[in-house]
């Protein structure tokens, strides 16, 4: 499978986007997916998480009520909305695929990233 994470950008503090991360090569219905990021000069960090079906949600504790992680199985698509920006939330975004249908914590598939940028 590969995964194309797109929607990254400049934005304000206090600003929104969405993140989307597009499937090719398989479908990813029978698999969890994940969001993760890197700050600059950091290591890479769980964002969110959702199941295979979209019943089963996790958050970092940073994000909580701020990201909302959602799916579209149709579409082969999963989605990160990203509101209420931080400076510290600035970090390339990747999409990951889970190995399993729930949250393993092992993905085996990650896309390329892409970056947002929060300015103060």
Do not use: H
Not at 45 to 64: C, L, M, N, P, Q
């Amino acid at each position: 499978v590969q995964l194309q994470a797109s929607g990254g950008g400049l934005v304000q503090a206090g600003g929104s986007l969405r993140l989307s991360c597009a499937a090719s090569g398989r479908t990813i219905v029978n698999y969890a997916m994940g969001w993760f990021r890197q700050a600059p000069g950091k290591e890479r960090e769980f964002v969110a998480a959702i199941s295979s079906r979209g019943v089963t949600i996790r958050y970092a504790d940073s994000v909580k009520g701020r990201f909302t992680i959602s799916r579209d199985n149709a579409k082969n698509t999963m989605y990160l909305q990203i509101n209420s920006l931080k400076p510290e939330d600035t970090a390339v975004y990747y999409c990951a695929q889970d190995r399993t249908s729930y949250y393993s914590g092992r993905f085996d598939y990650w896309g390329q990233g892409t970056l947002v940028t929060v300015s103060s």
